[in-house]
């Protein structure tokens, strides 16, 4: 191996006293590639390609290669410096920043947080005490189940005993006294019986529902026995550490398997620490997790799921299966309770997978009342439904992360110190901070606020444009004109960078909003019908629980409706994955509904690219 080689695959050690966290960094790997082999956390939404600026930090101690950071900057790129030596780096607060919204709200009209689900789950379970073997009993233990199970005053007549509860039965029986709590599965009321597991006496039986966003994951604590709710959490999707977007994860697994097994294990791994420190919350045991539902959009459930996804990447989308799917947990890697089974929810087509389902099974009520009926969950990849006569038309637009603090430069997450509302009062900036505390970014409805805010001082014009000298706070930062929301501040000895909002991120923000906008226009153009005969807009997803809905509508992100047509209904798909996971007729009935929508390619109609033009500018 030559000199010049051997020095570039040559360990350096990084230092990051902030986390008390030290890693190795080669000289022929970025600092962010680091990072996330690692599993260090540095906001990066594309993904390391360098583009958007969110994965600043501060070497303060070392030497580092700079790939396009000019020797002024103080916070630089980590996917463009390599080390040249050992370094102490200070990471960026808004990556560190605390998550105080966990994605799980699920409030509505229609059903409440506390309010019980429908109880008609597939498993079921009962107490049993079985005779001990002697030597003139030798029957199985398996048979000695069976006997026990008809000997009910409703005799129970399982067709099988599943793998699982045979291999843990003979332990179970002796460390409790021959007790022991046989967990039986049925898919279907009338359908075959099994025994899926058994558990020790009195176990709780536990389900967990999944709601696997592209940005956050919000899990679900059920009780299977009265439908109640235990215990709901949420936190970041580990996939971030490969772009905030659904298409720079495709392309990363696309080029390389092992990224693709990756990508799989991270979700994997987030869905394990939500069962575990749900069950924990409870004083339960991971083990008493016997089944378990997930959604997600297609390519959320296709990573999970370990499926190839080179034919989401690129048009036409086409999934590898729509219908609903049960695999053994255990299958994919997660170690819930012995036998546990994974149900996968129903997708409709492209983009528009189970998570959709979900949202539109928990707003039925909704939207099956007379009129048109819209629901649309706003996230990285926003889907619509268009209900009217009986017909239900979807299609995903690619919104992007924009909208989510994703691809804007001082981006974040929802968490403490995020500026989430933006008003211009007399020509002054007024800002809401999460905690009040000291500004250290921008999320996702303090975007839409800032954008809406500017645009209504005159700040921006119709095109887009910042305005050079409309206001003292605007300037050229790196030859890019920005807004500067927060300047660069000392605190507790550490450093924050400043806050701006920049031209590039203004047309981050107009390609996600004239997606959406275009998406509503066309599905209506699609039913024959305008968007003012829209009778009730529904806004689902966390996301769109937090928007203010006027400054939304202000840059045209949403239609000109009364904002009395406007509903904002949570985390519906978190509720309707709830309700699959307590009910087999909702499971049933999710499938129905993914069967009878007619998916919609936008992209494909002759208008699309005029109609998205149209809504580039402001007030559209």
Known sequence: MSSAASSSHRPHRIDVPALDRQIECREDETLFAAARRAGLRIVGACGGRGSCGSCIVRVTEGRVHREGEGAHRKWLRACCIQPRSDLTVEVAPRSLAPIVRADVRTHGGHEGEEALLPLDP??????????????????????????????????????????????????????????VQARLRQAEAGGPLSVASVARPGAPLLGLAVDLGTTNAAAFLVDLTCGRRLASLGLENPQVAWGADLISRINHAIKEPATAEALRRAAVGAIQSLAHDLARAVGAQVTDIADAVVCGNTAMQHLLAGWPVAQL????????????????????????????????????????????????????????????????????????????????????????????????????????????????????????????????????????????????????????????????????????????????????????????????????????????RTGVRLLCAEAGLD?????????????????????????????????????????????????????????????????QARYVELSSRSDFQKTFLQHIGFGS
């Open 122 to 179: 597939s498993l079921s379970a009962i107490e049993l005490t079985l005779p001990p073997a002697t030597l003139q009993d030798l029957a199985s233990d398996a048979d000695r189940l069976r006997s026990g199970l008809a000997e009910q005053p409703e005799p129970i007549q399982p067709t099988t005993i599943d793998w699982a509860a045979s291999a843990e039965l003979p332990s179970v029986l002796r460390q409790h006294g021959w007790q």
């Open 531 to 595: 968007e003012s005969q829209i009778h009730r807009f529904v806004i689902a997803g966390a996301f769109g629980a937090y928007i203010r809905v006027e400054s939304a509508r202000a840059i045209g992100l949403l239609p000109p409706l009364p904002l009395d047509r406007f509903e904002q209904v949570g985390n519906a798909a978190g509720l309707g994955v709830q309700q699959m996971l307590s009910s087999r007729e909702r499971r049933q009935r999710a499938a129905q509904i993914a069967r």
């Open 313 to 516: 990447g690129r048009a036409p989308f086409v999934a590898a299966a729509l219908e609903p799917l049960d695999v053994a947990a255990d299958r994919l890697g997660l170690a819930l309770g012995p036998g546990a089974a994974l149900h996968l929810a129903p997708s409709i087509g492209g983009f528009v997978g189970g998570d959709h389902v979900t949202a539109l099974l928990a707003t039925e009520a909704i939207w099956q009342a007379p009129g048109v009926s819209l629901i649309m969950d706003v996230g990285t990849n926003t889907e619509i439904s268009l209900i009217h006569d009986g017909r239900i038309l979807s299609a995903s637009c690619p919104s992007g992360p924009a909208l989510e603090g994703g691809h804007i430069g001082s981006g974040m997450r929802a968490a403490e110190g995020a500026i989430e509302r933006v008003e211009v009062v007399d020509d002054a900036l007024r800002l809401q901070v999460i905690g009040a505390v000291v500004p250290v970014g921008l999320c996702g409805s303090g975007v839409l606020d800032a954008l809406a805010a500017f645009v209504g001082a005159g700040w921006i014009d119709a095109r887009g444009r910042i305005v050079a000298g409309r206001h003292p706070c605007i300037a050229e930062v790196d030859g890019v004109r920005a807004v500067t929301l927060a300047e660069e501040t000392e605190e507790r000895h550490r450093s924050i960078p400043a806050v701006r909002f920049s031209q590039n991120d203004v047309r981050a923000v107009q390609l996600a909003k004239s997606a959406i």
